[in-house]
């Protein structure tokens, strides 16, 4: 069983910085794909950020330049760092974290965090 937890949302005006952890925890034997996505009330989920095992990361037009994604291996933590928001971010901020639980566990399995406020203030 795998647990994530998220912290770093909050209030922040236009123009504010907010850094979002996502901490994995439980049985894991290795972690593969990390990513951040959020849902605005009445829209859909997106994605806003992803991680790969081969330090690979990719965003979307709408955040790039803005957010940074990274991961800490040894703390099975991704973090999501937020630069120059706009209160089009505002919105619930998740995680997703591809796990393997042991050696013979395949596929890896897909874990989601409990979600995270982020509200953009103009």
């Known amino acids: 069983q795998v647990s994530l937890v998220e912290s770093g949302g909050g209030l922040v005006q236009t123009g504010g910085s907010l850094r979002l952890s996502c901490a994995a925890s439980?049985?894991?034997?290795?972690?593969?794909?990390m990513a951040w996505y959020r849902q605005a009330p009445g829209k859909q989920r997106e994605l806003v950020a992803t991680s790969d095992n081969g330090g690979g990361t990719d965003y979307p037009d709408s955040v790039k330049g803005r957010f940074t994604i990274s991961r800490d291996s040894a703390k099975n933590t991704v973090y999501l760092q937020m630069h120059a928001l706009r209160p089009e971010d505002t919105a619930v901020y998740y995680c997703?974290?591809?796990?393997?639980?042991?050696?013979?566990?395949?596929?890896?399995?897909?874990?989601w965090g409990q979600g995270t406020q982020v509200t953009v203030s103009s």
């Open positions: 439980g049985t894991i034997f290795r972690i593969g794909n």
């Open positions: 997703l974290v591809q796990v393997q639980e042991t050696i013979l566990t395949h596929p890896m399995n897909y874990y």
